[in-house]
DNA sequence: ACTTCCGAGCTT
DNA sequence: CCTAAAGCTCGGAAGT
């Protein structure tokens, strides 16, 4: 059972509800005060749990969220028809409800209405949508749902299809949950390690003590003329007077130069960055009643992997993880999926081989067996290389001669991922296990690649270009079925939390549990059974690559591996 | 003064 | 950097 929600253009909140195949007629409460709507959305998923749809969960879910309300399972139409679009080869077009119901019914469809930049967010922003005049959002909602309905019906897998449309929109409500929820973070704690390494808070645009004393170093090292370090080009320039040479002033260029400025650099880099990146300001800005609270972007990066939007959410740096820290009486469950990427090439690929490696905990150790016959440190460094050159398309150094080797041993790995390759160097797209598909190249790349070169230098480029964008599809099979993979993980496990769990926390592979003390031992387990049934529903019952967690019950993000 | 670009570095 | 790629954010510098 569907039941659509939609604002429509006098304000007023509309609920229709579709039983399953016409076994009823539809349903329709219209002219909904919010607060009524809010009541009622809450009785409904209370009495019926049906598959809540939204136009869009990102703008329509939080303020049910504030207002306390959490549903089980829901369809998002934008993000529904962005999959599908793309899906079809046809994702240049606007993805809005109005853009949708005209292609539903056929017709050429207007350009996506801007987004709207009011101060008091609607709940649902379907007003000045586009729609034609009378037409009643809800009933647009229904048409674009049928639609989208027949065409996963006519994708190449539609179940797949439609686990992956089911997965995208729970991961949408699982992000406003997160956002709502935050990531429990200690301001003091944070506090007390800059005064530790930067010296007492100091006004905004101001650099603290340490810094102060370090660029005096750097410019003491260089003869006492002042140097701003923050500014790459004057470094470079400080070095040259010195009679060395360098192409940029990164650190990594910088730990190769033997002169006295260069470790005061280094240090200031260093702490000019927490300062700059995680100081204060960010403090202030993103840390209130001891939570961080991102906006997630779902779908944000092409792959399936979730961007974010303001605190750089997904750029924590590691030293700062002490300051995530369970409230008292709390505990973080934190479980990442390891070495998630080899397994799900193995998964994707069918190769028995690779199923059989992924089925240690330690992946790279049973390959570099397999590979080399032993397990020292050294032959597991180059069995990684080996796996992640063919992941990645690396290489670089022995990379080459290793990823022959692993294709020796593993023909049926290794040439998925380069039919892969070969399939975006002649500009064809790609798709992950569920069907999430690769964008098309630019006109500029078929413009480059598609021509007879006229000279060497040309036809140089064009090569170059073409490999890329190999290495790009080639990347994108296995990086978005891995998106696939925890976008189910992250809806089943909504589901099956205790009720008193949140989720707080999702980088990649990676999520963050905080639960009070008496259910978090139970955490880790309800993950692994998770993730057995994400296998099973992605893969099928039969797959025979196992996907390890580790889990760590903590205090502190910092205590985690 | 404002906008746009670039270098740098952080995570996966 | 030493395996790739993408995305976010900052500060400086150049352009308007």
Redesign the pocket.
Request: hydrophobic residues 30%; proline residues 6%.
């Given at each position: 059972m569907h039941t659509i929600v939609g604002q429509e253009g006098d304000g007023s909140y509309s609920v229709l509800t579709l039983p399953p195949e016409n076994a009823a007629p539809r349903e329709m409460v219209q002219g909904l005060a919010e607060r009524e709507f809010v009541t009622r959305v809450a009785t409904v998923e209370r009495e019926r749990r049906p598959r809540w749809v939204f136009a869009s969960v990102e703008r329509g879910y939080p303020a049910l969220v504030s207002a306390g309300v959490r549903l089980s399972r829901c369809h998002d139409l934008g993000l529904a028809e962005g999959l599908l679009l793309s899906h079809e080869g046809r994702d240049g077009q606007p993805k809005g409800l109005a853009a949708a119901l005209a292609r539903a019914s056929g017709l050429e469809p207007p350009p996506d209405a801007p987004a709207h930049t009011d101060d008091q967010p609607a709940l649902f922003e379907t007003q000045g949508s586009g729609l034609p005049q009378g037409v009643s959002v809800v009933d647009a909602m229904a048409t674009v749902l049928a639609e989208q309905e027949r065409r996963v019906r006519r994708a190449g897998h539609p179940e797949r299809m439609r686990l992956l449309i089911a997965a995208e929109s729970a991961s949408a409500l699982v992000a406003a949950e997160m956002s709502a929820d935050g990531l429990p973070w200690r301001a003091d704690v944070h506090d007390a390690l800059l005064t530790e390494l930067l010296g007492p808070r100091v006004p905004a645009g101001q650099r603290p003590k340490k810094l102060v004393e370090l660029a005096g170093r750097i410019s003491e090292a260089f003869g006492g003329k002042p140097i701003?370090p923050?500014?790459?080009?004057?470094i470079?320039r400080a070095f040259s007077r010195e009679g060395i040479s360098i192409r940029?002033?990164?650190?990594?260029v910088l730990r190769e130069i033997d002169h006295p400025a260069v470790p005061w650099l280094l240090e200031y880099?260093?702490l000019a960055?927490l300062h700059?990146?995680n100081g204060w300001?960010?403090l202030d800005e993103w840390v209130g009643d001891g939570r961080f609270r991102p906006a997630w972007?779902v779908g944000?990066?092409?792959s399936g992997r979730w961007?974010?939007?303001?605190?750089?959410a997904?750029?924590?740096?590691?030293t700062l993880r002490v300051c995530v820290r369970a409230d008292p009486g709390w505990k973080l469950v934190v479980a990442d999926a390891a070495q998630l990427e080899p397994r799900i090439l193995a998964a994707l690929s069918g190769d028995r081989k690779l199923a059989e490696v992924a089925a240690s905990t330690d992946l790279y150790a049973r390959l570099s067996e397999a590979m080399f016959s032993k397990v020292d440190h050294e032959s597991r460094?180059r069995a990684?290389?080996a796996m992640?050159?063919a992941m990645?398309?690396?290489?670089?150094?022995e990379?080459a001669s290793l990823l022959a080797l692993l294709r020796q041993r593993f023909p049926a790995a290794v040439s998925y991922v380069e039919r892969a390759a070969g399939a975006g160097e002649r500009g064809e797209r790609v798709r992950s296990w569920l069907g999430r598909t690769s964008p098309a190249p630019s006109a500029a790349w078929r413009a480059l690649t598609g021509g007879l070169a006229e000279d060497e230098a040309t036809e140089g480029r064009a090569r170059q270009a073409a490999r890329?964008w190999g290495?790009?599809t080639r990347?994108f099979v296995v990086q978005a079925s891995a998106a696939d993979f925890t976008a189910v993980l992250l809806a089943t496990l909504r589901q099956r939390l205790p009720a008193s769990a949140q989720l707080v926390f999702f980088?990649?592979?990676?999520v963050i549990v905080h639960a009070p003390d008496e259910v978090a031992p139970e955490v880790p387990t309800v993950i692994d059974s998770c993730v057995a049934d994400t296998v099973s529903l992605v893969f099928g019952a039969s797959c025979p690559v196992r996907f390890p967690m580790h889990t760590a019950v903590v205090d502190t993000y910092a205590d985690a591996k």
């Open positions: 701003n923050d500014s790459p080009p004057t470079v940029s002033a990164r650190a990594h880099r260093e960055r700059s990146a300001n960010w972007v944000g990066v092409v961007a974010s939007q303001g605190g750089g997904l750029q924590i740096p590691k460094d990684k290389i992640l050159s990645y398309g690396g290489t670089a150094g990379a890329n290495r790009f990347n980088q990649h592979d990676e």
